[in-house]
Each structure stands twice: as structure tokens, then as C-alpha cells.
């Protein structure tokens, strides 16, 4: 059973910023109360919530049920204003100090992280290394000319992907391959999202806002089992 409710609480500093959370006095009639939670046919969760226009406001999400451990923690929903949603990438987990499952949670977090930054850069300087040797010439890594990016520097070695040798080839099937299991997009998610510090029901949560593209919109917030 997942269970939130809206409390009352007044000025905080939370990541290092002082937020004007909605007291009881804001919130007279909802303080205490449960937010109905309702699933659809797909297994998305939604719900309505009292905002504030202008302050934030904090809820206690539980987890509780038969054979689960008891979970509890608090998320920061921000000023409502004149908008009618909210995106779960707004929504910011909160604690009064870590508890000891949201420390090995967070140092097996930075691991996985930094084991990503690490080999994504390895990634981009083979890519400059491979594009440096099939445009062949004079070039070197300090080249002005050479993309800095993983976009860019892809973009540039399918210019030279076309079939007239072996090397070719096969570069072009790595990155086929590549952007069929979206490396470039899982390790961007990955570097630039924003992870919650805590297990969250042993759940990794991850929430990124992205640049609008034409008939395309991207959910800003992935959730991964702890497996």
C-alpha cells in the first residue's frame, strides 16, 4: 500500500536553498490527510494534490503491506501557481538525516555513476581516435576541427561510413548498434539527471528535463527496480 500526506511545516533549508513550505494555516482542511493514489490500466500512478501558488509543500509518502518492510520519507512538491500538473520531475525526496539503507544506497549510486562518466569518456576519445585515422592526413587530437561531443563525433564518423572497406563497415554496425540500445541517451539520462538519494521502495530514480522536440515528449523521470 503507498500512502501520502500533505503536512504543514514552515521555512526549511533544503539543498542548500531556504524553501517557504505551506504551513497548516495554508492548508486548513488537508493537513493530515491521506492523497488518494489511483493506477490505471497500464500501472501509472496519478493522483490529485493541494498546491499552494506560491509556497511548496511537503508529504510523507509510506510504504506498507504484508511482508514489506516499512518505508517512510518525505517529497517536496513545488508552488502550484496557475498550472494543473505537475511533473514527477518537480517532486524532490527529502529526510531529516540519512538513514544507514540511504548511505549504501548512495555510495553503490556514485559507483554505478562514475563507472558510467568514466567509460563514456572512453567511448568519445575512441571515437576521436577512430575519426582521426580514417580521415587520415596530418591530425591530431588537438585538432580544432574535431567534434568535442558524442553527438558530434558520431555524426562525423557516418560521413566515412560508406561500405569501401571492411573498417568501414563495421564501424558503421557499431554504431547501428549503439544507437539501436540508445548508449548516447541512457549515458546523458545517466550524467545529467537528477538521482534521488534514497532507496525509494528499492527503487533507483532518476529525473531529467529535456529539450522539447517536435511530436516527441520524453518522460522526465525513469524508475529501475533494484535489480
Not at 32 to 61: L, N, R
Not at 116 to 141: P, Q, S
Not at 181 to 193: E, M, V
Request: aromatic residues 6%; charged residues 30%; proline residues 6%.
Amino acid at each position: 500500500m503507498r500512502r501520502a500526506t500533505i503536512l504543514g511545516m514552515g521555512k526549511r533549508i533544503i539543498e542548500g536553498h531556504e524553501i517557504d513550505i505551506a504551513d497548516a494555516k495554508d492548508l486548513e482542511g488537508v493537513v493530515g490527510k491521506p492523497i488518494k493514489m489511483v493506477p490505471d490500466d497500464q500501472g501509472i500512478i496519478s493522483s490529485t494534490i493541494p498546491v499552494h501558488p506560491t509556497k511548496s509543500i511537503f508529504a510523507k509518502f509510506e510504504l506498507a503491506g504484508e511482508n514489506l518492510p516499512h518505508e517512510e520519507y518525505f517529497i517536496l512538491i513545488p508552488p502550484g501557481e496557475s498550472r494543473t500538473r505537475i511533473g514527477m520531475s518537480e517532486i524532490r525526496p527529502f529526510r531529516n538525516e540519512w538513514t544507514l539503507e540511504d548511505i549504501a544506497h548512495q555510495q553503490q549510486l556514485f559507483d554505478a555513476i562514475g563507472k558510467i562518466a568514466v567509460f563514456g569518456g572512453h567511448v568519445e576519445m575512441a571515437m576521436k581516435k577512430v575519426l582521426i585515422t580514417l580521415r587520415g592526413g596530418n591530425r591530431d587530437l588537438l585538432d580544432p576541427t574535431l567534434p568535442s561531443d558524442w553527438d558530434g563525433l558520431e555524426k562525423e564518423l557516418r560521413k566515412l561510413c560508406d561500405g569501401s572497406d571492411d573498417v568501414r563497415t563495421k564501424l558503421s554496425a557499431i554504431l547501428n548498434d549503439s544507437d539501436e540500445k540508445q548508449l548516447r541517451d541512457k549515458r546523458n539520462d545517466a550524467i545529467h539527471g537528477y538521482w534521488w538519494l534514497i532507496p525509494a521502495h528499492g527503487r533507483l530514480i532518476n529525473a531529467r528535463y529535456y529539450r522539447p522536440k517536435k511530436g516527441n515528449t520524453q518522460m522526465p523521470v525513469s524508475i529501475y527496480g533494484s535489480s
